[in-house]
């Protein structure tokens, strides 16, 4: 049997072999996913243009190692061998995004014809390997052009995005159907002009309200703008979510819970859903009302055809006299003596259950997992990464999300963070989430075992 934490209906009704993926059903999504700056490398060639994480990246300190997404797996030249990777593990879905300086260098005005033409060949990749392409237009990758003029501070920028968006799906949009607006607002956001811990680092609690506003606003017109230009468009937007539980089970800490809920899980959708925000569960955010304008409430709405959850570890929580405002703090997985990932973050597959039920209380007809993994230490020996770990993981979390599936939540597919290991941010090159190993000096490919417990798990019977 497999290692379960606490989930009393998988041991009760599963075995580990009896998990098949027809479980999930036939019309269910199999795929993996990337991310431009992540993965492309090729950060100042052709015509492209530095963006938020070039410049972050490029200051000593900021990063582990101090390394950076300069050549990063150069999926910018070996796309096609990476996509036939895809191919290869019986998965469906290829989801990938575009750099938004690659295609304006300066984020508005002139356009670069080699970074358009790369994403048409990378699309083409696709559809000629039989793998659906899925498109994220914003994952993080700001044009350094427009930091330098206020970033997502500046209102301006829902105009800048509304029309970046506009070229891109005019563009590609009699190839590609299936389109996500932005990765998770509240990592992108929240730490990168509220921890200054991710591009651009900021640390201003002021801008980072001003930035949630205008995000939330060009997150709900980005999806008008791709309805009005592609047709039969399936229009998504994804989000970071993690399930929230008190460290003690008494009343301060279940306040601290609901202000954590508020800003983590609930901040950044329900605008979207016509709910305005979470001010119910932290107050604080009242202020967010001075930066609107007329007519705001209404632009804050879209009714997306999916919506995108990102899981990948449990926080608890508590009441802490600090950070002001929000009077709560997140107690490290390093003290409560749980699984842990390489990052340290807790390793909680019963959380993806609960957070994917807190989620179907929405009014959400489709829920696609837009990403799920973990990073271990890998080690490639004699041309084998024996990764059980990882494999493990995927196990309990695909039990956990089929078990909510069963119980109705409309949850319809599953996308691995990631193909390949890759450039993760802060953390640099050591936490290592692919299925595919990459030798980072030679961009050697090995697919891992997991790799390979997907390829079987995805073979039809």
């Known amino acids: 049997m497999p290692k379960f934490y606490g989930s009393n209906f998988i041991n009760d009704l599963f075995l580990d072999q009896t998990l098949k993926a027809k479980d999930f059903g036939e019309d269910f999504l199999w795929g993996a996913a990337c991310a431009a700056y992540q993965v492309e490398g090729a950060w100042n060639l052709e015509g492209k243009g530095a963006s938020v994480w070039d410049t972050f990246t490029h200051k000593k300190g900021r990063i582990h190692n101090n390394e950076n997404g300069d050549v990063a797996t150069d999926f ?21 995004s575009i750099s938004w300086s690659r295609i304006f260098p300066d984020g508005i005005g002139k356009v670069n014809p080699k970074g358009v033409a790369f994403y048409h060949k990378l699309i083409d990749e696709c559809i000629k390997q039989d793998v659906t392409p899925w498109i994220t237009l914003y994952h993080w990758d700001l044009p350094q052009k427009l930091q330098d003029q206020g970033g997502w501070a500046n209102r301006d920028i829902v105009n800048w995005f509304s029309s970046y968006t506009h070229f891109c799906t005019k563009e590609y949009g009699s190839k590609v159907k299936n389109w996500m607006v932005m990765n998770e607002p509240a990592a992108f956001v929240g730490l990168g002009y509220m921890l200054g811990y991710h591009a651009p680092g900021i640390i201003n609690p002021y801008k980072f309200l001003k930035a949630t506003h205008h995000t939330c606003l060009a997150i709900a017109e980005g999806g008008r703008v791709i309805r009005r230009n592609v047709v039969n468009a399936n229009i998504g937007t994804t989000f970071s979510c993690s399930h929230i539980d008190p460290h003690r089970n008494d009343l301060k800490d279940g306040n601290a819970v609901a202000r954590l809920d508020a800003l983590l899980n609930r901040l950044y959708i329900e605008p979207s859903l016509g ?23 209404e632009a804050l709405k879209f009714k997306f055809d999916f919506i995108g959850l990102q899981n990948y570890f449990r926080v608890v929580g508590k009441k802490s006299l600090f950070p002001p ?42 829920i696609i997992i837009t990403e799920n993994g973990v990073c271990y230490k890998d080690e490639l020996v004699n041309g084998r990464v024996h990764d059980k770990e990882r494999i493990q993981f995927f196990k309990d979390y695909l039990f956990n999300i089929l078990k909510a599936k069963k119980e109705g939540v409309p949850v319809n597919g599953y996308f691995v963070w990631s193909l390949t290991d890759n450039f993760e941010w802060s953390e640099g090159y050591e936490p290592r ?22 390829k079987d798990f995805l073979t039809k019977d």
């Open 76 to 96: 910018y030249n070996r796309y096609a061998e990476d996509i036939a990777l895809v191919k290869k593990l019986n998965l469906k879905v290829f989801r990938f």
């Open 275 to 297: 709910l305005g925000y979470p001010i119910d569960g932290l107050p604080a955010l009242k202020r967010i009302k001075r930066y609107f304008e007329p007519g705001d409430e």
């Open 325 to 366: 405002y929000l009077w709560a703090k997140q107690i490290a997985a390093e003290k409560r003596n749980v699984p842990m990932n390489e990052m340290k973050f807790e390793v909680y597959p019963e959380g993806i259950y609960k957070i994917l039920k807190q989620f179907s209380g929405y009014n959400i007809d489709n």
């Open 433 to 454: 989430f692919g299925l595919v190993h990459i030798d980072f000096q030679t961009q050697q490919r090995t697919i891992k075992d997991s790799g390979y417990w997907f």
